[in-house]
């Protein structure tokens, strides 16, 4: 089982830029895919950006694609997405998610943190 801990959402000015952080702990395998979603009020959750715990190899919703940034530290067992350029139809409550593959998280598998609120003010 695996323990996701997210951090660092916030109000934001439109432009602007916040650092979100993905604390994992318990049994997370080499092979794992962490990945981080997005749900805006009425609306159903949506992928937002990937990254191999094995290799670093990333995948990006096109709506976010040149704006945010996945990573990972392994030494701290932490995954990162940095949100540039931040518009208002960015707001949502932000999840990070570990399992198996993509697939897995986008069939809403794997594990979930508890998510952090993003605001992006005009």
């Known amino acids: 089982q695996v323990q996701l801990v997210e951090s660092g959402g916030g109000l934001v000015q439109a432009g602007g830029s916040l650092r979100l952080s993905c604390a994992a702990s318990?049994?997370?395998?080499?092979?794992?895919?962490m990945g981080w979603f997005r749900q805006a009020p009425g609306k159903e959750r949506e992928f937002v950006a990937c990254?191999?715990?094995?290799?670093?190899?990333?995948t990006y919703a096109n709506s976010v694609k040149g704006r945010f940034t996945i990573s990972r530290d392994d030494a701290k067992n932490t995954v990162y997405l940095q949100l540039n350029s931040l518009k208002p139809e960015d707001t949502a409550v932000y999840y990070c998610?570990?399992?198996?593959?993509?697939?897995?998280?986008?069939?809403?598998?794997?594990?979930w943190g508890q998510g952090t609120q993003v605001t992006v003010s005009s």
């Open positions: 318990g049994r997370i395998f080499s092979s794992y895919t």
């Open positions: 990254i191999n715990w094995s290799d670093a190899f990333t």
């Open positions: 998610a570990a399992g198996p593959n993509l697939a897995v998280l986008m069939a809403t598998g794997g594990s």
